[in-house]
């Protein structure tokens, strides 16, 4: 997942920084870095995944993202 599809995945969920970091369990300051394009270890980029996809989001081949129907 790119800064950009995190971003794109947040907007097409109406989900604001604070929700997602709850729900990845991880800080809003730790989202706002990866959607700047700073690098974050794997497994708090899957964290951030996870959470996007159970809430919805499927991220398609290349880089973008459209919601579960």
Do not use: H, W, Y
Not at 20 to 38: H, M, P, Q, Y
Request: with cysteine.
């Amino acid at each position: 997942m790119s800064p950009a599809q995190c971003r794109m995945a947040r907007a097409a969920l109406l989900l604001g920084v604070r929700e997602l970091s709850k729900s990845a369990d991880v800080s809003t300051n730790t989202i706002t870095r990866f959607e700047r394009g700073e690098d974050l270890k794997p497994r708090t980029v899957a964290a951030i995944r996870t959470a996007l996809e159970a809430a919805g989001v499927e991220f398609t081949n290349g880089s973008g993202v459209k919601l579960r129907t």
